[in-house]
């Protein structure tokens, strides 16, 4: 019988760090600094440097050499990439859900319908997000298919970070779409809530990239201006 070993601390720190950036509370672009981020979680640098650089290895935090660590602030490209393999395989897993979900398991999912609605009217955000998360993944687990369920987990916490700044934006109207979809699985009808879940995600794709379009207006092509010929131009 094997000892199980303590979590490193590097791990920890790692999982804490990810926790503040996917929450907002470390910024996009946002400057890293070791010793502050050391106080902050009242250890010492070191886990916090080897930290940083697995957070850089999976993409969440930028290393520049001579500059130090900066929060990733993810491109159109990327979010538009990874919201739409999201769709793809939500999609699927509303379609397997509508085939299996129990009676039980459809009123589970109401009950983090109606969570989710009244926090969004309180305006709670945290909560809103956290209990988006949870919906979404009870639907994938509702598919019975646990290769789907390891696929979507990978892009689950990347989701959460695109959907916290668009969350208030979505407000009332994601959750009536979580009950047209509910409802679809309750009825047993996969086409239709493969339907809604496409949709669903469509949406939020769409109001996420156009929040980034907001933030990062493409600059305006320079306006060339013809020169008038003059005597000498042949």
């Known amino acids: 019988m094997k000892i199980p070993r303590p979590i490193p601390l590097r791990e920890s720190v790692f999982e804490a760090l990810l926790e503040l950036i996917i929450s907002g509370q470390l910024t996009r672009g946002q400057h890293l600094v070791e010793s502050e981020l050391a106080a902050l979680l009242g250890v010492s640098r070191q ?23 900066f929060v990733h602030s993810p491109t159109a490209e990327e979010a538009d990439q990874l919201l739409a393999v999201r769709a793809l395989l939500e999609t699927e897993s509303a379609r397997l ?23 969004t ?5 945290d909560t809103t997000v956290a209990l988006n998360s949870e919906l979404h ?32 934006r979505r407000g009332r109207s994601s959750w009536e779409e979580h009950a047209a979809l509910i409802d679809a699985i309750a009825d047993g009808d996969a ?24 933030e990062h207006p493409a600059s305006p092509e320079p306006v060339r201006r013809r020169r008038r010929r003059g005597p000498l131009d042949s």
């Open 191 to 214: 086409g239709q809530a493969a339907t809604i879940m496409r949709a669903h995600t469509e949406h939020t794709r769409t109001v996420y990239l156009s929040r980034l379009a907001e």
């Open 121 to 125: 009217e309180a305006g709670d955000i």
């Open 97 to 119: 859900a509508a085939r299996h979900a129990t009676a039980e398991e459809v009123e589970r999912l109401r009950a983090l319908c109606a969570r989710g609605m009244a926090a």
């Open 47 to 69: 886990p916090v440097r080897e930290a940083l650089q697995l957070l850089s290895g999976e993409g969440w935090v930028d290393l520049h050499p001579g500059q130090g660590a």
């Open 137 to 168: 993944a009870a639907v994938t687990e509702l598919s019975r298919n646990a290769v789907l369920g390891d696929l979507a987990a990978q892009v689950s916490r990347r989701v959460r970070w695109y959907y916290t700044p668009v969350a208030a």
